[in-house]
């Protein structure tokens, strides 16, 4: 029999489809052996809180719908790096210590950290500085956390944009146009490539691989001679412009977050081909959707192996999927480098294999 325990479970980073069903999942098991689970609000912001901002989590709160819903009840945050917080005077302090503090201050046994890797690094910083118990758990749209081939959220963004393109292609189809539609996924290309073949896009560029306009162009103009008078392009958000540059937008506030490609790819595709051209956007669309069963049945297998790596006294590890199997690995293997589109990878070999123009040839 486990000695009963209490576990914290905070959420970092973005949103995205199946929090919920990993906070089920974690407070089911963690009940199962009779411990108590606290949920942090805000990621580290709310351990910075004094007191800390928490709400008790019972399994009884999941009967109804949350397990089905987008976003995350237990609220997130995507900004606040604790080792370099901006404070109300525009100054940036380390306040790491306040997190140690606040985690320590509600006794807690361990911490369930879900996150990206950008968020796993800064816990596993403050856990290694802290003396925190921490097992992470992965989630992201973009799917580009290292030694994990899942990521939470991932496959329901996918099917997003995939639907999204189901529905581009009649529109685009009924006036000869070319639907260009931007997709999220940060560095990575993930979605673009994933949701270009399963939508059955003619070009699809993601930043991974460089790509030169003349060659999408002659890919245009081949379809034109085939009598098709409609063209599909997927891009990712990160795909470079023509002069190798990542395409940003500026905010309010000073922050910029990746955007715009596909407008200024849109424009030049316009003025070379002389064609009809339509930009998509796709932006948090891909974030805020219900969970699809592929993203439930992960977030519920994560959260439980969660609980069984406390049990089992393993901090400092991230759960993960690999060949078919739940296991754990390093955090700081993890952090290493993100985890990119294979250009030699077997994702990329299909697309080429179905005559998807990636930009290069
Ligand atoms: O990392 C997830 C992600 O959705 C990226 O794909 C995107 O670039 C970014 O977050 C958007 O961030 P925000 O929610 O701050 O606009």
Redesign the pocket.
Known sequence: MTKSKRIGILIS??D?AGLNAVVRAAVHRAALLGWTVIGVEEGVRGLMAEPAKTLKLTPEMFDGSIVRRGGTFLPTT?TGDPFAFPDQYGDVLDRSDDVIRGYHALKLDALIGVG?DGNQATLHKLAQKGGMNLVCIPK???NDIGLTEVSIGYDTAVQVATEALDNLQPTAASHNRIMILEV???DAGH?ALVAGIAGGADVILIPEIPYRLEHVVRKIEMLKESGRGFAIIVVA??APNESGNKVVQKYAGG?S??GGISHLLGDRLAEITKSEIRVTVLG?V??GAAPDARDRLMASVFGVHAVDLIAAGKFNRMVAWRNRNVVDVALEDVIKAPALVDPGGPIVHTARGLGICLGDA
Do not use: V
Request: glycine share 20%; net charge positive.
């Open positions: 980073g973005g995205c995507n990206g992201t749209i973009d999220m996924g940060r979605i958000e990160s922050a977050r990746y948090h891909q974030r």
